[in-house]
């Protein structure tokens, strides 16, 4: 793991019994309760990983994506560098910021 994997797991928030009874639902095992599946060690894995999943999902619907221009270096056909080059490369994610839309102002009365 890089260190903006580390920085992204270490923002993310905890998986909740509330994730892993969701979990549990999706799974749609007829005959098993929430309590019997999590005595089962196969399944209670299954439903960990979808519920990581559903965590997962939901955190990136709440966050945006920014991107980062990095220079490289540009090689010729011997190996040796000819110049510099500019690649876009995936940044940190940041909060999405959503406006109340039930908060009117004058300003967006008057457009």
Excluded at 3 to 13: C, D, G, R, V
Excluded at 32 to 58: N, P
Aim: include cysteine.
């Amino acid at each position: 793991m890089n260190s903006a994997t580390n920085t992204m797991l270490a923002e993310m928030p905890e998986v909740t019994q509330a994730h892993r009874q969701e979990a549990f639902g999706r799974m749609k095992w007829n005959g098993w309760t929430y309590e019997a599946a999590m005595k089962f060690d196969m399944r209670k894995r299954l439903v960990e990983c979808l519920a990581h999943h559903i965590r997962t999902q939901e955190w990136m619907a709440k966050t945006n994506r920014s991107v980062q221009h990095v220079k490289r270096v540009r090689l010729g056909i011997d190996g040796h560098p000819v110049g510099w080059a500019t690649q876009i490369v995936m940044g940190p994610r940041f909060q999405t910021i959503q406006k109340d839309i039930t908060e009117f102002t004058e300003e967006s009365c008057q457009a």
